[in-house]
Nanobody, 115 residues
Framework: QVQLVESGGGLVQPGGSLRLSCAASGSMVRFAAMDWYRQAPGKQRELVAAITAGGSTNYAESVKGRFTISKDNAKNMVYLQMISLKPEDTAVYYC?????????WGKGTLVTVSS
C-alpha cells in the first residue's frame, strides 16, 4: 500500500525558512512524478512544485526563486525547501505522487507564516 507522510511544517516568521519532507513507502520516488501542493483556508488546492522521475522540476510563479523541490531516491524522500516565506504562503502543504497514472496523497502538514 502506498503511503506518503509529510513533516516539517510549523510556525515561522515572515522572511524565515522551512524544509518540508515527504516520506514515501517502497521505492516509488525513483519512478513517480512527485508534487507539492498547498491549500490555504478558503482557497482551492494549488500546485506549488513538481519533480519528475528523471529530476526535472517546475514551480508555480508565486514561489519561483524561493522554493526548491528535490528528492533522494535512495531514501525514498522528497523535500521542499522554502525560504523568504511570506504570510500568503500559509497553507496546508500536501505531497502527491503519480505512479503509473494513479495519484496518491499524503495527509498534509501545516505551515503558518506569521509574526
Amino acid at each position: 500500500q502506498v503511503q506518503l507522510v509529510e513533516s516539517g511544517g510549523g510556525l515561522v516568521q515572515p522572511g524565515g525558512s522551512l524544509r518540508l519532507s515527504c516520506a514515501a513507502s517502497g521505492s516509488m520516488v525513483r519512478f513517480a512524478a512527485m508534487d507539492w501542493y498547498r491549500q490555504a483556508p478558503g482557497k482551492q488546492r494549488e500546485l506549488v512544485a513538481a519533480i519528475t522521475a528523471g529530476g526535472s522540476t517546475n514551480y508555480a510563479e508565486s514561489v519561483k526563486g524561493r522554493f526548491t523541490i528535490s528528492k533522494d531516491n535512495a531514501k525514498n524522500m522528497v523535500y521542499l525547501q522554502m525560504i523568504s516565506l511570506k504570510p500568503e504562503d500559509t497553507a496546508v502543504y500536501y505531497c502527491k505522487a503519480n505512479l503509473w497514472g494513479v495519484d496518491y496523497w499524503g495527509k498534509g502538514t501545516l505551515v503558518t507564516v506569521s509574526s
